[in-house]
């Protein structure tokens, strides 16, 4: 891993693949006093690629920022759910027939196609309107295809960084894979396409997008597990089970980072909450993999202190 110092004077570490290559990224920002990382897999010198260089964010509220950093999105809600389809599927043809499922919820007028094509019409011309001028929104058969090629889209960073992760994890280099995981994670806004969930395709396609977030947090908390960092997981992971409060997983993530920092009391109270929970929301019992977890601490299990054993209990 390649260090640097960035703009705050820390030094950062800037992930690269298995041959030791370095990874170009833009330097990270802050966003409401939190520190971002844009630009992953992208050659510096992109950043002088003019004015159709243009941000398309949709791992959060949908925006669209142009060269300038001007705010682009398209006001109107059916544009931003064709943009946001067109760029959760980008560089791929997106049918018609999905298109209008997408726009009209199932229930189009006789003349949705023909009102899709306008749609597109109109989504061209704002973005060329707006200096955005993203890539090219042409017809395919049998629908459309947006290419986005030479644009920055969060989600393909996203993606790009949580391969880079596992591939850095086969290679046996489990910090570096754990700082890319952070850095992919970094790039999320809120829930994926937060402002557009009414819209039922627009929701499903979003859902997946929430699901790919929390695989790649289950993988980080585990890393950073194994990597012996329980103490400062602690309050990371009872954020999250506010925000999650039946998703098992970081229970057991936490259960075991409480044991390794010597708060048994506090990590049996954590099963007792989470049986609770359960049992009084879903008439269930914990998974048999969170149950073992506790019969290990009343049983002060010597796994629960190797690092290295975490998955093979799984």
Sequence with gaps: MHKTVGKFGVRRGIPSDESGRRLHHRPMTRAGGRVEARGFGRDPADDCSGEDD????????????????????????????????????????????????????????????????????????????????VGELATRSPGYVLDLSAHQLDLREFDAMTLLAQQL???????????????????????ALADMREMPVVDALARQLDERRLVASERRFELELALGRHSRLISELYGVTALHPLWENPYYFLMIALYRSGRTAECLMVYKQVRHALVDSLGMEPSSRFQRL?????????WLDDPAMLQATA
Aim: aromatic share 2%; hydrophobic share 45%; net charge positive.
């Design 169 to 191: 994890e086969g290679a046996g280099r489990l910090e570096e894979a754990s700082r890319t995981l952070e850095c992919a994670l970094s790039l999320w806004r809120g829930p």
């Design 54 to 133: 243009v941000n398309i964010l949709v791992l959060g509220p949908l925006d669209v920022k142009n060269a300038d950093g001007c705010v682009v999105t398209p006001p109107a809600l059916k544009l931003r759910t064709l943009l946001a389809v067109l760029c959760v599927h980008a560089d791929r043809v997106v049918s018609t027939q999905h298109l209008i499922d997408a726009l009209w919820s199932g229930a189009p007028p006789r003349t949705a196609e023909s009102a899709l094509h306008v749609y597109v019409s109109k989504l061209r011309k704002h973005l060329v309107a707006t200096g955005s001028r």
């Design 294 to 302: 506790h019969q290990a601490v009343l049983d002060r299990a010597a």
